[in-house]
């Protein structure tokens, strides 16, 4: 089952409290929230709602907007950007949330100046191994947003701050290089102080890259001679950034994507060094969604002959 829907935490106040069942609830592309829920039934005519979330002692609201459906009820909707008051640009727009679990509660006033508190149930869990996961990282920061289930059976969310990691934007390959692009994420360092490295996945040194720096994005040249110096066979090797004992390594981990090594699949190359050797190359996203290159000599007919 997906951790992201069973998570259990505490919700504080709300035992007891009438509740409200989602049509929809979730945070998609990593920071965007969509509520919507259905008005509740009584003899008040309603005036206004809103999505009160809540933290320890602080609190944000989020005007619900109704819906007339054509059954005859209504549903009370609402979409926001959420963003990191840390990570995020100060000046992007979007509803700022800390670190932590907030509970959300459904508040509805109506036009006799009485008014209600609902909490919300969570989401169906879904079901089966589709290609993507309900929710992903902000592929802006790197931090999670994730809705999850109290113990009274109540939803509520949860922001994480993201940790330090190396996200691969791209490779460029060429007839006689490989190029990686990323960006290091929440780095606690300035990132020209972390240098590159090609790491051996069985036998070999490691081989130290220095890279290119500007802002937080790098590009460096796989380093495709000396990976492949003297062997005999082909030789799969990792990437990471690495600065003193902190090593990083890159990989595409700000997506949805449930399996990137068969989603992320990049072609097998032809790579011609200086010295005149033939390399098939295939830089490629793992499993694991790490990036990886192997590269194998392909054989020339003077070396047949000897």
Known sequence: MEQIRTVPAFGGPGRGQSVLRPVHLSVLGGGT??????????????????????RRTESR????DPEEQQDGSTLLTATTALCHPHHDDP???????????W????????????TARFAVTPPPTPTGDGPTRPSCPSAATGTVFRLVRSIEGHVMLKVIAPRRQAELI??????????????????????????????????GSIIPIRP?????????DVPLAAMSAGARTGHLWDLRLRCGRTKVKIG??????RHPGKVFRTPFRTVALTDGTLLRVH????????????????????????
């Open 33 to 54: 929230l969509n509520v919507a829920v259905p008005a509740p039934v009584g003899h008040d005519e309603l005036a206004s709602a809103f999505l009160h979330m809540e």
């Open 61 to 64: 609201r989020i005007a619900l």
């Open 91 to 101: 000046q992007q727009p979007g509803l700022s949330l800390g670190d932590g679990l």
């Open 103 to 114: 509970r959300l509660t459904v508040v509805v006033a109506y036009r006799s100046g009485s």
């Open 170 to 203: 791209g490779y460029s390959v060429r007839w006689d290089r490989v190029t990686v692009h990323g960006r290091l994420i929440a780095p606690g360092l300035p990132p020209s102080h972390f240098t590159a490295e090609a790491v051996p996945r069985t036998v």
């Open 212 to 220: 290119e720096w500007q802002g937080d994005r790098f590009t460096f």
């Open 252 to 257: 595409r981990r700000l997506t949805d994507v």
């Open 283 to 306: 830089a490629h996203v793992s499993g694991a969604g790490r990036a990886a290159v192997s590269c194998t000599i392909i054989p020339t007919p003077e070396d047949h002959t000897r």
